[in-house]
């Protein structure tokens, strides 16, 4: 599946822009996100729950912060921010096109630039931290950044182990011969690395294009592919109390018990890609995704639809304080209503 697809299920905006080597910015700098009246309605990618409140990231650098309403708050990048992840209520993360990775250590309130290089030419699709120190942002064409001061400083990684053995072979006859060649191509033999996910158990769960679900017991050093009988997309995972949901395109839903070791397709009333999960109190699943779709997934794994909203692509869903769902996509964020 190409990148140019995959851009279109995230319903992704791709924009260019020339920004300053500086990782700072303030209000009067020309680069700093301006304030837009229609930012919540606008292209929302993720919600994330911040203590009592959520954080949503979208689309020119847009972060909004909901505390019984939105507000958007000022970020130093325009490029379009995918995924926000919180380690606490107060140390966030957030990462976008052009390679960026942004920081906050209040809550999403105010954000700093860790890394933001245009010339990589691939966007981050998803961040986590395993503690305050050490994580991982991951992307397209199998882009791995780790760091282990906070995000002071990042570091790329490649994961070998996970190219197909005629790649491997490939790639090392190119390394003895043609040194420019070898790493042209070591930049887009990987597949898009689109989720991961730290399990209760502390491994790492990677999903991704072409099949790709792999789990890594050290902290994301190795990864090992599970046996997966699916060589489409992946797009999402999530954990329940005793299951592991894998989720992407076409309305592909994957279980496994903590194991990972069988993988069983779950039935679904719709073959729009699926996008994003979010786990109730009672164990049920809501699934969102493309021709906005929304599915409620029982426990016994028999599912039915919960509502479509014609026109749109619904990418994230997260409840807040007060027990109401929000979800967000390509017209940006609304509450699930019962």
Known sequence: MSFRILQCIFVFCLGGAFFPSTLSATP?????????????????????????????????????????????VATPVSSQLTKVFFI??????AVGHDATILHTQNGGQTWQLQMHSPEIEKPFLDVVFLNENNGIAIGAYGLFYRTSDGGTHWSDE????????????????????????????????LPHFNRILTLTDGRLLLVGELGLVAVSGDQ??????????????????????DA???MGLRGHLFKADVSLSQWTEIALPVQSSINGAMS????????????????????????????????????????????????SGSQGLFILKP
Request: aromatic share 8%; no cysteine.
């Open 280 to 327: 109730a109190a009672d164990d049920t699943l809501y699934l969102v995704g493309n021709a906005g779709i929304v599915i409620k997934l029982n426990k016994d794994d028999t599912s039915s639809i919960v509502t479509r909203r014609q026109g749109e692509n619904l990418v994230s869903i997260a409840k807040d304080d007060q027990g109401d769902m929000w979800l």
């Open 88 to 93: 606490n209520q107060k140390r966030g993360w």
């Open 220 to 241: 994301g050093k190795t990864f090992t592919r599970t046996s997966f009988d699916y060589d489409g997309s992946m797009f999402n995972a999530i954990e329940t109390q």
């Open 158 to 189: 490649f994961h070998e182990e996970l190219l197909a053995e005629e790649d491997v072979s490939y790639l090392a006859e190119l390394k003895d011969s043609d040194r420019s060649a070898y790493l042209s191509a070591r930049a887009s033999l």
């Open 28 to 72: 009067s700098d020309p680069l700093f996100s301006q304030i837009q009246p229609l930012a919540a309605s606008s292209l929302i990618l993720d919600i994330a729950n911040v203590g009592k409140g959520l954080v949503a990231v979208g689309e020119r650098g847009h972060v909004l912060v909901y505390d019984g309403s939105w507000q958007q």
């Open 244 to 246: 592991v949901y894998v």
